[in-house]
């Protein structure tokens, strides 16, 4: 291995672990009560939503499709991860009958 690329691994382990402990440390600094703590709560879920909801509706039947059956899972189920994984074999399986 060079030294250019041991340098460059380090420098990557060096900000992936700052990136982290930084986060931890402001972790400690939010408020735990109040609307901020709410919203925090309720933050990755509008993220995801703002992720999913343009390839939703820019795709065809087999994106509806998938987004249906992840829907439907999630809400039998109430299970996140059921619910990903069954709109991924979804979308995949509806693009294979479809053609898509």
Do not use: D, Q
């Not at 998938?66 to 991924?88: H, P």
Request: aromatic share 8%; charged share 5%; net charge positive.
């Amino acid at each position: 291995m060079s030294l250019e690329a041991l340098l460059a691994i380090l420098g990557m382990a060096a900000v992936t672990y700052a990136i982290r402990a930084g986060g931890l440390l402001l972790a400690n600094r939010l408020p735990a009560t109040g609307f901020a703590a709410s919203w925090m709560k309720h933050l990755p879920g509008a993220v995801l939503a703002a992720l999913i909801a343009p390839v939703i509706l820019a795709g065809g039947a087999a994106e509806a499709i998938a987004a249906a059956a992840t829907a439907l899972i999630y809400i039998v189920s109430r299970n996140l991860f059921a619910a990903m994984a069954g709109g991924v074999l979804a979308v995949y399986f509806a693009r294979l009958v479809l053609g898509g």
